[in-house]
Nanobody
C-alpha cells in the first residue's frame, strides 16, 4: 500500500523556521519525482517545490528549500523567515503515482 505521511507542522511566530518531513512507504521511494504543495484557507492548492529522484530541485517560495534522503525514504521542506501568508496545510505528493499525503498544518502567527 502506497503511503505518504507528513509531519513537522505547528504554530510558529513570523520570522521563524520549520522543517517538514514526508515519509514514503509501499513504493520505490528513490525512483520518483516528488513535490510539496500547500493549501491556505479558501485558496487553491499551490505547488511549493519539486525534487527529482536524483535530487535536482526547484523551489517556488522564497526561503523554502526542498531536499530528500532516499536512504530514509524521506523528503523534507526547510522553511525559513516564515510569514503569516505561509499559513496553510502542507502536502507531499508523488505525481507519477498520483498519491497525496494527509497533510500537516502550519500556522504562522504572533
Amino acid at each position: 500500500q502506497v503511503q505518504l505521511v507528513e509531519s513537522g507542522g505547528g504554530l510558529v511566530q513570523p520570522g521563524g523556521s520549520l522543517r517538514l518531513s514526508c515519509v514514503g512507504s509501499g513504493f520505490s521511494f528513490s525512483s520518483y519525482t516528488m513535490r510539496w504543495y500547500r493549501q491556505a484557507p479558501g485558496k487553491e492548492r499551490e505547488l511549493v517545490a519539486t525534487i527529482s529522484r536524483t535530487g535536482g530541485s526547484t523551489n517556488y517560495v522564497d526561503g523554502f528549500i526542498i531536499s530528500r534522503d532516499n536512504g530514509k525514504s524521506t523528503m523534507y521542506l526547510q522553511m525559513k523567515n516564515l510569514k503569516p501568508d505561509d499559513t496553510a496545510v502542507y502536502f507531499c505528493y508523488v505525481p507519477t503515482l498520483q498519491v497525496w499525503g494527509q497533510g500537516t498544518q502550519v500556522i504562522v502567527s504572533s
